[in-house]
Nanobody, 124 residues
Framework: QVQLVESGGGLVQPGGALRLSCEAS??????????MSWYRQVSGMERELVAS??????FTKYADFVRGRFTISRNLNTVYLQMNSLKPEDTALYYC?????????????????WGQGTQVTVSS
């Protein structure tokens, strides 16, 4: 079973930087994680997409509110989010998400995996 574990969150001052990491474990040759993404959620608000990367990072997408400040990268089954020039409004619980295909003998199944989240707090 695939599990995602995030790390790297913490408290940082405005203008500072953090790098989040998400490692996928429990993978096998029958599982293809075709996309890995970062989402964030503020208490009481809807979860929103921050950035995503396909396969080995050949294709990336960013939300407008982080473009030019955040960089997503991927190495095998680990995805990173480099966050620079952090703002107080970036404060949120950041989740790692992976979309995958599981190849069974009788067919395949599209599966979605989520990490437990890592807290990022930007405050002076």
């Amino acid at each position: 079973q695939v599990q995602l574990v995030e790390s790297g969150g913490g408290l940082v001052q405005p203008g500072g930087a953090l790098r989040l990491s998400c490692e996928a474990s429990g993978t096998s040759p029958s599982i293809t994680l075709y996309e890995m993404s970062w989402y964030r959620q503020v208490s009481g608000m809807e979860r929103e997409l921050v950035a995503s990367a396909h396969h080995r990072g050949g294709f990336t997408k960013y939300a407008d509110f982080v473009r030019g400040r955040f960089t997503i990268s991927r190495n095998l089954n680990t995805v990173y989010l480099q966050m620079n020039s952090l703002k107080p409004e970036d404060t949120a619980l950041y989740y790692c998400k992976a979309n995958g295909y599981i190849d069974y003998d009788v067919g395949y199944q599209q599966t979605e995996y989520w990490g437990q989240g890592t807290q990022v707090t930007v405050s002076s």
